[in-house]
């Protein structure tokens, strides 16, 4: 397929725009760090209520870890296609990112309700307090990357790819990806060092 | 004039991604079975588990998120080297600071 090639300037805009996100990701990271940091620190102050032992679900866990790293691996197909502007192809793979992502969602929503119901919410102890921060942080962040998806699937399906949605469409796949190494380690720290 | 296509604006290759994606999987299963099967314990434990984050993370930086992969000046290595330095001094101090007041306080 041939590609329209893009002006100087719309390159120099692409790689501007590219490198402020990494920034905008970076300081993201640095969140997540203090967030962690919480969790290190508070983990064990259980004021009488449930340890990390007695509530976590690792094989849920390890389905919500499958699910994001594939969504991942779907995202960076879809960014391969969305190089080689073959929009069908491209489209289709974001659309089983979206649907994953939705799924991990709805995952982490059924964790967290049914935490709640018995209830140890986020009021029962600095533990809970911590998990319920770090973990909610994450979902949320995958709540605004399914949000923004649905934007820029809609862009490409109707404009096709231009200089302008080739260049969300690459902020997306980086936010995404990052945010799947965050959850490696949530994982870890969180899940497989909390599990009994 | 200096023109490119989108295709030399993106970095990722098919190999790449079905590397760390096979890897990455590979890693999360260990430390999974690790876990269920109570092969390891205490401090050993938490060590390698801790390392196969790490490795999982590094593979998935290089990986999925090219970092490196950019032309020189390479600003985006510069940026993640200092996310890491900061990283570090809030993690690190934060543990290092609470566990000392910890066992001054409680004995």
């Known amino acids: 397929m041939t590609q329209p090639l893009l002006s100087t300037h719309e390159v120099d805009t692409y790689h501007k725009t590219t490198l402020g996100f990494w920034v905008y990701l970076m300081t993201d990271c640095v969140l997540f760090s203090a967030l962690f940091a919480t969790y290190a620190v508070l983990h064990q102050n259980t004021f009488g ?76 102890s600095a533990f809970l307090s911590s998990y319920f921060t770090l973990v909610g942080t994450h979902g949320l962040h995958i709540t605004c990357g399914l949000v923004w998806m649905g934007v820029v699937i809609g862009q490409i399906f109707f404009r096709g790819f231009t200089p302008h949605t080739f260049r969300r469409m690459s902020c997306l796949s980086l936010f995404w990806h990052f945010l799947d190494v965050i959850w490696i380690f949530i994982f870890t720290v969180v899940y497989l060092m909390g599990a009994k | 004039m200096n023109k490119e296509n989108t295709t030399t604006l993106w970095h990722g290759t098919l190999k790449e991604y079905i590397v760390g994606f096979v890897l990455s999987l590979l890693l999360t299963l260990i430390a999974y079975f690790i876990v269920k099967e109570h092969l390891l314990k205490g401090l050993l434990l938490f060590s390698t588990l801790g390392g196969l984050g790490v490795v999982q993370a590094v593979i998935q930086v290089f990986l999925f998120l ?8 390479k600003w985006g290595v510069v940026v993640f080297l200092f996310m890491l330095m900061v990283l570090i001094i809030i993690v690190g101090g934060s543990l290092w600071i609470m566990q000392s007041l910890d066992s001054r306080l409680m004995r």
């Open chain 1, 49 to 124: 209520g449930p340890t990390s032992q007695q509530i976590y679900d690792l094989s849920l866990a390890l389905a919500e870890t499958m699910v994001l790293l594939i969504s991942s691996f779907m995202c960076g197909l879809a960014m391969l296609m969305a190089s080689r502007h073959e929009k069908n192809r491209a489209l289709v793979l974001l659309g089983v990112t979206f649907l994953l992502g939705l799924s991990f969602l709805t995952m982490e929503l059924h964790e967290f309700t049914h935490l709640v119901q018995e209830g140890n919410s986020w009021r029962r």
């Open chain 2, 66 to 73: 090219h970092l490196g992969k950019e032309s020189k000046p």
